[in-house]
């Protein structure tokens, strides 16, 4: 069974820096799409950033240049560095994941069942 779990949520000050990390047990297939959203309070979830097996990294527009996403696959452990945080980027994150041998979308990972519980993020100003 797949589990993911989150960490490394917390609060940072608009132009720091805060790391996520989503641990992954269970997972068994060779193609994988990986990735992590964010949901903030009254608004819908958004794809944050994405990266897959065939080498593919996808990002919002909103992150681009300040999110890295990354996968320590020794660890089984993905990896979101935030730099330049925004008070907008204060959410609830998720990481997800999904076997698939497609194309790596955003789309097509949100409708995985493979969710972590999520972690915080909070940026003040």
């Known amino acids: 069974q797949v589990q993911l779990v989150e960490s490394g949520g917390g609060s940072g000050q608009a132009g720091g820096s805060l790391r996520l990390s989503c641990a992954v047990s269970g997972y068994t297939y060779s193609r994988y799409c990986l990735g992590w959203f964010r949901q903030a309070p009254g608004k819908a979830p958004e794809g944050v950033a994405l990266?897959?097996?065939?080498?593919?990294?996808m990002y919002a527009d909103s992150v681009k240049g300040r999110f890295t996403i990354s996968l320590d696959s020794a660890k089984n452990t993905l990896y979101l560095q935030m730099n330049t945080l925004k008070p907008e980027d204060t959410a609830m994150y998720y990481c997800?994941?999904?076997?698939?041998?497609?194309?790596?979308?955003?789309?097509?990972?949100?409708?995985?069942?493979?969710w972590g519980q999520g972690t915080q993020v909070a940026v003040s100003s």
């Open positions: 997800a994941a999904r076997a698939t041998s497609l194309s790596c979308s955003f789309m097509r990972l949100s409708s995985t069942n493979y």
């Open positions: 990266i897959s097996s065939d080498g593919t990294r």
